[in-house]
Structures are given as C-alpha cells and as structure tokens.
C-alpha cells in the first residue's frame, strides 16, 4: 500500500475512535463519578453522597438540603461570606459547627471550601406522638 493509503486508514481509524458510541457513559455521568473521585468528596457523608446521587439521576440539584457543616474552626466572618456566596443559607453556628440549608447542586462547590471538614444531612426530629414511635 502506499504511504497515503496508510496515513489514510490510520485517520479513519482515529475518528472512529473519537465518535460517540451508542454504549457511551452519559456525559451527566461522567460529571458525577468525576466528582466522587476526588478528595472533597471524602468530606461528605456516605448517607449525603446517596441523597445526591438520587438528586442527580431525577434532576433535583435545585432541592434545597439541610446540612450540618463540620468546619476547621468557628467562621470567620469571610467563611461566612464565602458559604453565603456559594448558596449556603446559615441557619446557626455552635462552635465548628454551621447548620444551613443548601441547594443539592451547590453542595460539591462547598464541599471543596478548604474550611470545609465535613458535610452530612441534618436529622429531622419529629414532634412526640406524631406515629413514628414504638408502643
């Protein structure tokens, strides 16, 4: 064969390689297990992780979650700022610990926040008697 015929083929051969098979990851989930790849991840909760998994595969990032947010030290009022700006509304701060309420799709950019130890859903409580009790 010729040298062009060669070069040719070898082409080809390279854009089939680069065309979109029909057996394709979903670019969605390449964007997510991109994420669970990396260290800030590591930050949330195996239980949080699971939620926005959920979220992910419904379309829910909008949903808003309650968190509790572990941080290195009580925030600065910069930190504070900061969780504010990346679509954290703070309902309380004890000490190293924020409560807030977080839209599902904002929480993998907080979660990279170097401040940011930790993130887990907040538990809900019930009022007494309301029937989730054992007799």
């Known amino acids: 064969m010729s040298r062009l015929q060669n070069i040719s083929i070898l082409l080809f051969s390279l854009l089939l390689g680069c ?3 029909p057996h ?3 670019p969605s989930d390449q964007k997510r297990n991109f994420f669970l790849e990396t260290a800030s991840v ?3 909760s195996p239980s949080l992780q699971k939620r926005l998994r959920e979220l992910e595969a419904t379309g829910g990032g909008a949903e808003r979650l309650d968190l509790l947010l572990g941080l290195k030290a009580a925030p600065t009022e910069a930190e504070k700022n900061r969780l504010r700006q990346d679509g954290a509304l ?3 701060i004890v000490g190293a610990i924020a ?3 977080v839209p599902a799709g904002r929480i993998p950019a907080i979660s990279r926040l170097d ?3 930790t993130l887990e859903p ?3 409580f019930g009022q007494k008697g ?3 009790e054992e007799p």
């Open 19 to 21: 065309a979109a098979s």
């Open 24 to 26: 394709a990851e979903d």
């Open 42 to 44: 590591e930050k949330m």
């Open 90 to 92: 703070l309902r309380s």
């Open 99 to 101: 409560a807030a309420t």
């Open 115 to 117: 401040f940011v130890e």
């Open 122 to 124: 907040a538990a809900s």
């Open 130 to 132: 309301d029937g989730d």
